[in-house]
């Protein structure tokens, strides 16, 4: 028989002692230095020789107008992105599906995960040239349909609406694959049946298809909710410019303005905390949910 | 699926066709004119009328960009990077995932210690404390601020010890009777019997230390310091020609922002596009993998 003893488990404690070390200093740390949001923080002086000023950082993010303005763009670009970010993988896996085997299924698989894979760096870069209203090869093209050149990039009316499409440009095909994989898992009898049942192909999607990722469809949909509040950082900040702070800037960004160009630490660690606890209320809850619903658990 | 042969079939196919292949020419064509640009004539591309074929081929964009010191400097940095953080972050990743694949009976304490790194994924503690830790150790504008405080992918994690469980149990005992502790059974057995999660998880650290460029932008003071996404990132979004050399503006004459610009994003990404049609099944694998388990 294996002996059981603390001396013989110490090797696994081991194993985790670096990964916890760094863990704390990076992770945790940073968690207890969220209190700089109830201080005046002067990074000379420190966490423990800055002055406390109580909820002062709070009250007065709350009293800025542009605050309840990033608020509600974070919201309204997240969820539309959640939406979408839902709704178009869905159907494109259901489609990629009636292509059966194919090259044609295979190439397209393949070409639209790619963009995926390229950072919003590269991708801005991208956006920036072909959504130029002067030589930009989308208005180009827009303009054979004699459209006038369109300013998306610096339109406060159509900036959040570019912001969440070509985030779906980016990501569906990530996505695609998540439910393509979980739609050939639906069992090819149930289709058989449904054939001599004398179900048509719109009835053996709407019957058979859908049921069967259902599943994975409500697991997804669930633990999106924990992204409320991301608007995505990374594309935002590549994309937008201070004619479009209106209608683009989100906490994200903000924090990072209030706090590393503007030096205000304690404002932005405030609103940093801020989206953090409801953060985490959101995320809690989704995965709550999912493991009640779907009985997803994370580990 | 079984086959129909109605007209309305017929036209669904067709528009179906029609609709997926658009498509992925969507997702291709922005790329493929940013490159017909990068290797088009200055005159060219500021006139606008270069689509998808370059114009005037011409090479100049890119010897301009690889001729710049700052350019292979921050590659070279991304180099490292890469070796280094991959290297860190899945050995980390092995080392907990082990470990944490047990019962709760063969390791003590752990569900608390799966919490303890759960947690992270659940509560962080925001941009500003954050930045001030790393700063607070030292590590500004060294490599190791880009390596370590990301050190430890949980997700990847998570991932990892799922396959693990998911190995037979007897031959973890069989090891134990031929007398392996936990590190020879780690390394002997469960390592190589894991390949294909390992490399998955992988290239997936690879491609994302390539892609990282915040980090770099904030705990990085010196330019000279800066990965390629860094640096990247502030001269084709940024984008500034202030602190150009009187020679580097002489050449710029002669090529454009544009094209130049053009060639540096390609530049960024050919990395990564020219593994992508070899690599592509590991990372289909891999999203499988994580959608489904975690």
Known sequence: ?299 | MVEGKSLGLKLFRIFNYTLLISLAVVCLVPLIHILAVSLSSNVAASAGIVKLWPKDLTFKSYAFVLSKGEFLLSLWISVKRVLIGTVVSMLLTILIAYPLSKSGRELKFRTGYAWYFVFTILFSGGLIPWYMTIRTTGLLDSIWALVLPNAVPVFNVILLLNFFRGLPKELEEAAFVDGSGYWKTLWRIYVPLSMPSIATIGLFTIVSHWNSWFDGLILMNSQNNYPLSSYLQTIIVQSSLTNMSAEQLKNLASVSDRTVKSAQIFVGALPILACYPFLQKYFVKGMVLGGVKG
């Not at chain 1, 695609?176 to 149930?190: E, G, Q």
């Open chain 1, 1 to 299: 028989m294996l002996k059981k003893g603390f001396k013989r488990q110490l090797p696994l404690h081991l194993m985790l002692l670096p990964g916890i070390v760094l863990v704390f200093i990076y992770c945790y740390i940073p968690m207890v230095g969220g209190i700089m949001a109830f201080q005046k923080f002067i990074p000379s002086k420190g966490l423990f020789h800055s002055k406390w000023v109580g909820l002062k950082n709070f009250e007065y993010l709350f009293s800025m107008p542009d605050f309840y303005q990033v608020l509600w763009n974070t919201v309204f670009i997240a969820i539309l992105k959640i939406i979408f970010g839902l709704i178009v993988p869905i159907t494109i896996a259901i489609l990629l599906n009636e292509v059966g085997k194919s090259v044609v299924k295979r190439w397209v698989q393949t070409l639209i995960y790619l963009p995926h894979f390229l950072s919003w760096v590269i991708l801005g870069g991208v956006l920036i040239d072909i959504l130029s209203p002067s030589y930009g090869l989308l208005n180009q093209f827009l303009g054979i349909f004699s459209i006038k050149p369109i300013f998306f990039l610096g339109d406060n009316q159509w900036f959040p609406f570019t912001i969440v499409l070509s985030d779906v440009w980016k990501e569906f095909g990530f996505s695609t694959i998540v439910y393509l994989a979980a739609l050939t898992a639906v069992n090819p009898s149930l289709y058989e049946a449904a054939v001599i049942d004398g179900a048509n192909r719109w009835k053996q999607t709407w019957n058979i298809t859908i049921p069967g990722i259902l599943p994975i469809i409500v697991l997804m949909t669930t633990l999106s909710l924990g992204n409320v509040l991301n608007a995505g950082f990374d594309q935002v900040f590549n994309l937008y410019s201070p004619l479009v702070y209106e209608s683009g800037d989100i906490l994200d960004t903000l924090i990072y303005r209030i706090g590393l160009i503007d030096g205000q630490y304690g404002v932005a660690t405030a609103l940093g905390l801020f989206k953090s606890l409801i953060s985490f209320a959101l995320v809690s809850i989704s995965y709550w949910l999912a493991y009640k619903i779907a009985d997803y658990r994370i580990f």
